[in-house]
């Protein structure tokens, strides 16, 4: 396959309404045939940036161009680009089968080729035999299958899809991620998924850029942006972080030391972007599964601490741990070998190498 | 489960708003109906005790080639203004409810309804003035002008109604699979929104066939169905000339209805036909 890096650029593309800038400055470069989602909380321009991409709405500045050619300001019906809509926008006049084959009027194709690509589409989506049924008569499942044949029979270069699975119900949204993934690897067309579910995005994507404000804050596989996010705000949005207030103390080899008031000295991996000082106030943040508690005072440095709340989830448990000093607890996620209770005195401890140097 | 007196309960319930319906159905039609019972009196006089059976009123209207005019008249300008103002419906109600909010909506829409609460005989006298200032001859021109202004307000609101529903993904999904905006209108909107229309020529029709006072004031010599009424009703012996039209537009206008409401449910079952399997 080929991943030209630059299949999709967006330069420096901007969309404001009134005074608020829905999308703000963004450049992006998405791959031939990756799996691209856009993650964010709502109203943090996701949806708007992929409107703009299909031709829905138009860039106020930047440019857009696929596969090299601009497409800025082409309409959406002269775009190589094919959405998937959040109501799904199946037509309630039509059956299964008008629906799919609705696109394929305008491509001059004799009426075999229409039909082999409406049988070929319904067999993809395992709907084969539900030709004559109407949306209505649809679930919301198979609503979302059809929309996705209808868009894919077109045949795009790009395939845009707007939260598709946000109407479904966790167990079908589940089974329908991997479906999903699966015709996209067999497809091999390139996906830009709007979601603001960042599980959905972790397991799905190829690439994840996490968005907030018409901002574009990181860009990265999904294990990078879970174990190096670059800014608190990515690092909070994905999953539980800690995070504790220092300063750093010194800089050697890739590595600085930070004084905390909760843990003292800790060592920490400087982030690839960041650029950081001796003196400079930063923020070190763990993740939950990277701390331990222990009922023993550790040799490594740790801090002593009371456990607020603890939950039991069966293969791990979490618990809450307040220390002195600190108003917020420490979210700890531990095997659930060892019973700790809310009540229990601990000594919070981390795996080397967890801490991450955030700038404050 | 209900217990035996809530039953007995909703059964008596019942009951008194069964008397309750049929005494308002009666109150509704029987005085339509005396029209039809007196269309069929040999009489000249519209009193019981009935005389006989007799269809010589129906051979009389059938005869009276002015009536056939001002009917002509009435069918001719009720089919252009439904047209030309459901057209029009179309277009505001298409405007009016498009999801970027269209500046001073609120303007239109109030200014648009304003024509529902003026008196007719207020909005025939502006009229009268207007059209013989402007120098149009007094015809069936002026009064369907007339009417396309008293019936828009009704094709705009029936035609709200429908596309206050409408998913307007529906359309960017058609822009989204290649078609262009002229194409989309026809494949998807038109269809979608075909009942609202259907709804809105009916109503706009009838509100024109049954406009009395644009008419009378704007008409000239080119009499109208409900003008040409009011002109017979000078002339007693001519009374059951116009009871037995009236029953004749009663059936019409039965039938009429009943085929509306027919076009609507194939419009709302279609989709709907086994359901169950879907769910």
Partial sequence: ?360 | MLSPERVEGSKHEGRGLTVYAVAYLAFLYIPVLLLPLFSFNDSVFIAFPLRGFTTKWYAAMAADTEMHAALWNTLKVGTAASLLSTILGLLAAKALTQAAPLPGRGFVLGFSNLSLFIPEIVIGIALLILITTVGVPLSLTSVGIGHVLICLPFAILVLMSRFEGFDTSLEEASRDLGENAWMTFWRVTFPIVLPGIIASLLLTFIVSFDDFMIAFFLCGTDTTLPVYIFGELRFPYKLPNVLALGAAILIASAVLVALAEWVRRLGAEGPARNRVIGA
């Avoid at chain 1, 009134?18 to 031939?32: K, N, W």
């Avoid at chain 1, 603890?310 to 996620?333: F, H, M, N």
Wanted: aromatic fraction near 6%; hydrophobic fraction near 40%; charged fraction near 25%.
């Fill in chain 1, 1 to 360: 396959m080929d991943r030209s890096a630059d299949f999709i650029r967006i330069d420096n593309v901007t969309k404001r309404y009134g005074m608020t800038a829905a999308v703000d400055g963004v450049s992006l470069r998405i791959g031939r045939g990756e799996f691209f989602s856009l993650l964010g909380p709502s109203g943090c321009g996701k949806t708007t940036l992929l409107r703009m991409i299909g031709g829905f709405a138009f860039p106020d500045e930047g440019a857009i161009a696929l596969d090299g050619e601009d497409i800025t300001s082409l309409p959406p019906n002269r775009r190589p680009t094919n959405m998937v809509f959040q109501s799904y926008a199946i037509f309630p006049h039509l059956n299964v089968r008008d629906n799919i084959a609705y696109g394929l009027r305008v491509e001059r194709l004799t009426a075999a080729e229409r039909h082999t690509r409406v049988e070929e589409a319904l067999a993809m989506i395992r709907l084969s035999g539900y030709d004559d049924r109407r949306a209505q008569q649809l679930s919301g499942g198979e609503r979302q299958r059809v929309a996705l044949a209808r868009a894919l029979v077109k045949r795009p270069k790009v395939l845009l899809l707007d939260e598709p699975l946000g109407a479904l119900d966790k167990r079908l949204r589940e089974a329908m991620q991997i479906e999903l993934r699966q015709i996209q690897r067999d497809v091999g067309i390139t996906f830009i998924f709007v979601t603001h579910d960042q599980e959905e995005a972790l397991s799905m994507s190829d690439r994840v850029a996490v968005m907030e404000k018409g901002r574009v804050f990181q860009v990265a596989d999904p294990k990078t942006l879970y174990e190096k996010p670059v800014s608190r705000a990515v690092a909070d949005f994905i999953g539980t972080m800690n995070f504790f207030e220092g300063r750093i103390v010194s800089i050697s080899g890739g590595k600085a030391m930070v004084e905390t008031e909760a843990f003292g000295r800790m060592e920490a991996q400087l982030n690839d972007g960041g650029s950081f000082s001796t003196g400079a106030r930063v923020l070190i943040a763990i993740r939950p599964e990277k701390l331990l508690l222990s009922r023993e005072q550790p040799n490594t440095p740790s801090a002593r601490g009371q456990i607020l709340a603890a939950s039991y989830l069966g293969d791990r448990s979490q618990i809450q741990v307040r220390i002195p000093g600190r108003e917020a607890p420490i979210a700890v996620v531990a095997q659930t070998a060892m019973a700790f209770h809310s009540g229990d005195t601990v000594h919070v401890s981390w795996t080397p190498g967890a801490p991450l140097l955030l700038a404050e």
